[in-house]
């Protein structure tokens, strides 16, 4: 079945840029069944749907966002990440990576929080 | 953006009762988007039911999906104590993709 496990930095610093990899396991993400997504959930809140890609590099992202965000994958490696730059306080969040299959998203990574602080 | 607004917040029952939760929509959604997510504390949310209707792999059969108009339901039809948690109903259907802000199923 398939796995998903986000990883990179616990901290970052306001106005630097915020990066992490999601890697899947037991499937490739070279699949054209699915999306590739990344969602975050503020402390104590609800979710926020950020944006997916598709294997062919296709992106789409929400628009609150957009401006500061790179969705990006590395099929050899069966990663895909995210890269939100000029953060604050306010994008603290459990940040996660999912898999959307067809019919909705199926899988999820366990989520990694992020803090934004000096 | 389509707003999902849940309610009731949140559903205080007890063991072996029914719950019904409901999602509504600001504008038409198909049904076909429409998805239903249970998150425990720590733990990232799990599938319940998507278009509308059809339950995830593994999902008990006391969990149901309906829709009316633009108003999404989930029901169950008689709580175990695994099902206490908050559940979420999300729309893929337009972007950008949004949940609802929750509604928390607490043990009475």
């Known amino acids: 079945q398939v796995q998903l496990q986000e990883s990179g930095p616990g901290l970052v610093k306001p106005s630097q840029t915020l990066s992490l990899t999601c890697t899947v396991s037991s499937g490739s993400i070279r699949n054209g069944a699915y999306y590739w997504n990344w969602i975050r959930q503020h402390p104590g809140k609800g979710l926020e749907w950020i944006g997916y890609?598709?294997?062919?590099?296709?992106?789409q992202y929400n628009p609150s966002l957009k401006s500061r965000l790179t969705i990006s994958l590395d099929t050899s490696k069966n990663q895909f990440s995210l890269k939100l730059s000029s953060v604050t306080a306010a994008d603290t969040a459990v940040y996660y990576c999912?898999?959307?299959?067809?019919?909705?998203?199926?899988?999820w990574g366990q989520g990694t929080l992020v803090t934004v602080s000096s | 953006e389509i707003v999902l607004t849940q309610s009731p917040g949140t559903l205080s029952l007890s063991p072996g009762e029914r719950a019904t939760l409901s999602c509504r929509a600001s504008q038409s959604v198909s049904s076909s988007y429409l998805a239903w997510y249970q998150q425990k504390p720590g733990q990232a949310p799990r599938l319940v039911i998507y278009?509308?209707?059809s339950r995830a792999t593994g999902i008990p059969d006391r969990f149901s999906g309906s829709e009316s108009g633009t108003e999404f339901t989930l029901t169950i039809s008689r709580l175990e104590p695994e099902d206490f948690a908050v559940y979420y109903c999300?729309?893929?259907?337009?972007?950008?993709?949004?949940f609802g802000q929750g509604t928390k199923l607490e043990i009475k």
């Open positions: 999912a898999r959307w299959s067809g019919s909705s998203i199926d899988y």
């Open positions: 999300y729309q893929d259907g337009n972007s950008p993709y949004t």
């Open positions: 278009g509308a209707y």
């Open positions: 890609i598709f294997f062919t590099g296709t992106t």
